[in-house]
């Protein structure tokens, strides 16, 4: 079975700063998809940058930045230009291709510092 | 618009009580999901419909019943809860695709007395 690990429960970061989350996955599966979703205290998952395995390219959305080494199943996050919105827990999250199953993390508690 | 409704966003039941949970989306997704998140905890799968199907069942007990009476409608009902299942339930939605990305809702916090 596919398992995803999120070694930092917890995570701080100045304003402004740059902060990395980490995420290394299990798979013996050529075919897949990674996830980075936000859960700001208000609940709501929110997608904030996927990764398909396929593609060697690192994706990118705006501030948000992944670091996808696929030998080492590792799919990092890095947030540049922190801000206070950005507090939220960050869950690592992995699809099987042909499955309906997406696989989390545990979870890291990110801190935005002012 | 990727936007998936929930109501109520709270909800508070005895151990007897019927009650129903109300997911909606608009987006033109065939595929939906109820997962149960407990505090400080990623959310677990309950269910997957698939073109109004159930397509997957994670060992959910009975006393949870989901339903898909539309492409665009979910409900889950709820019946003899106990107090440990209180939790955010979350639902989802997606494109049947596999590889397309799930879209979460707000969540409804559910407290079983």
């Known amino acids: 079975a596919q398992t995803v690990t999120q070694s930092q429960p917890e995570m701080s970061v100045q304003e402004a700063e740059t902060v990395t989350l980490s995420c290394t996955y299990d798979t013996s599966e050529s075919d897949y998809y990674l996830f980075w979703y936000k859960q700001p205290p208000s609940r709501q998952m929110i997608l904030v940058i996927r990764q398909e395995a396929y593609k060697q390219q690192n994706a990118t959305e705006n501030r948000f930045s992944v670091n996808f080494q696929k030998a080492a199943k590792s799919f990092s996050l890095k947030i540049s230009d922190s801000q206070l919105g950005d507090a939220a827990m960050y869950f690592c999250?992995?699809?099987?291709?042909?499955?309906?199953?997406?696989?989390f993390g545990k979870g890291t508690k990110l801190t935005v510092n002012p | 618009d990727t936007e998936v409704t929930q109501t109520p966003k709270h909800l508070v039941m005895g151990m007897t009580n019927k009650k129903s949970l109300k997911c909606e989306q608009h987006?033109?997704?065939?595929?939906m999901y109820w997962y149960k998140q407990k505090a400080k905890k990623p959310p677990e799968l309950m269910f997957v419909y698939s073109y109004e199907k159930l397509s997957i069942n994670e060992s959910v007990p009975s006393r949870f019943s989901p339903e898909c009476p539309n492409s665009s409608l979910l409900n889950l009902h709820l019946h003899a809860l106990q107090p440990e299942d209180s939790a955010l339930y979350l639902c989802a939605s997606s494109q049947v695709r596999l590889q397309d990305t799930q879209y979460f809702g707000p969540g409804t916090r559910l407290t079983v007395l």
């Open positions: 987006m033109g997704h065939r595929a």
């Open positions: 999250a992995y699809r099987q291709g042909g499955s309906e199953k997406l696989v």
